[in-house]
């Protein structure tokens, strides 16, 4: 069974520029969650996606939005680009049947390691 | 927001000794996970604990969940090389548990 993929692996941008991220999960998962990984923060929820909605948002400004499509595949925006935007943009999918065995157990992608500059 | 702290955050030991990670909260949790990052790469999860007082066994590693469920630790016997790595422990928050919240991460290095 292949993993959860992530492309592109490694980006870099501008400050101001706007970059699209990929997602494609595990084949049967239906939820696709996004992290941001730093070395100040660690990892922190950025949000969940479950059959094309948004489950759950963390605390992260409006720049940082997200979308999933009907094969769930997702994809995740950040507008406007800041310096502390550099980061390793994490995919994490698992199969979202509320109160099934593993239900909260994720399997993550290698990531995406955006550097802003 | 349910936090989780780790300790300690780095750890570097020699091939053969014992350690033991511990992740503490104030709040309870239905279940806490432990992931294993490497460089490069994203965690990979190493097992989910889900009973209070639970152990489980990988091979060299001991996971524990504490009785009233705000804590955990893990426990590595004999550490190798291939140890190496960032542990992380989480645990679900949210309406339906749909997010994890992770602890800051234990760097541990293993020297041969």
């Known amino acids: 069974k292949a993993g959860v993929t992530q492309t592109p692996r490694y980006l870099i941008k501008t400050r101001g520029q706007q970059v699209t991220l990929s997602c494609s999960p595990i084949s049967g998962h239906r939820s696709v969650s996004w992290y941001q990984q730093t070395p100040g923060q660690g990892l922190q929820f950025l949000f969940e996606?479950?059959?094309?909605?948004?489950?759950n948002k963390g605390n992260f400004p409006g720049r940082f939005s997200g979308r999933q499509f009907s094969n769930s595949r997702s994809e995740m925006n950040v507008s406007t680009l800041e310096l502390g935007d550099s980061a390793l943009y994490l995919c994490?999918?698992?199969?979202?049947?509320?109160?099934?065995?593993?239900?909260?157990?994720?399997?993550f992608g290698p990531g995406t390691r955006l550097t802003v500059l | 927001t349910q936090l989780l702290e780790q300790s300690p955050q780095f750890l570097s030991i020699q091939e053969g000794e014992n350690l033991t990670v511990y992740c503490n909260s104030s709040?309870?949790?239905?279940?806490l996970q432990w992931y294993r990052q490497e460089p490069g790469e994203g965690p990979v999860l190493l097992v989910t604990v889900v009973t209070g007082g639970e152990v489980k066994k990988l091979k060299r590693l001991t996971f524990q969940f504490g009785d009233a469920r705000k804590d955990s630790s893990l426990h590595i016997t004999a550490a190798q090389p291939g140890d190496t790595g960032l542990y992380l422990c989480a645990g679900p928050e949210g309406w339906g548990a749909q997010k994890l919240v992770f602890g800051q991460g234990t760097r541990l290095t293993i020297n041969p």
């Open positions: 996606y479950f059959s094309e909605t948004q489950r």
């Open positions: 709040s309870v949790f239905s279940s």
């Open positions: 994490a999918s698992r199969r979202g049947l509320a109160g099934g065995p593993g239900y909260n157990e994720q399997f």
